[in-house]
């Protein structure tokens, strides 16, 4: 599927399981884990589309899990700190998650 600017939930999703994610959908969320074993070896990442916003946004976990399980554990904890929505028409071309051509640079300070 083609990336497009106004793109449906519906779009959204498809788009996101061709790139790899992995989603379910519950009550209030399009939650979503993938592995990104290209950038950081034997992680996943976890981010969710909340369903009720008028346009479909993204909001990524800022931590970074051991496995598949504890991706999906990590949406279903109340206490998780998120960082701030992002329109889903422009997250793509600023995320990493899904881009397996990514190239991420360790830094030692």
Known sequence: MKLKNNMTLVEAKAWLEEQGALC???RYRLKCVADINHIRPGHWAAFYLPLEAKE??????????????????????????????????????????LDRDAKVERLEI
């Open 56 to 97: 479909p946004a993204v909001v990524e976990l800022p931590d970074r899990f051991m496995g598949e399980q504890d991706a999906w554990q990590g949406l279903e904890d109340n206490g998780f700190h998120a960082h701030r929505a992002q329109p889903f028409k422009a997250w793509p071309s600023e995320q990493y998650i």
């Open 24 to 26: 379910r959908v519950d």
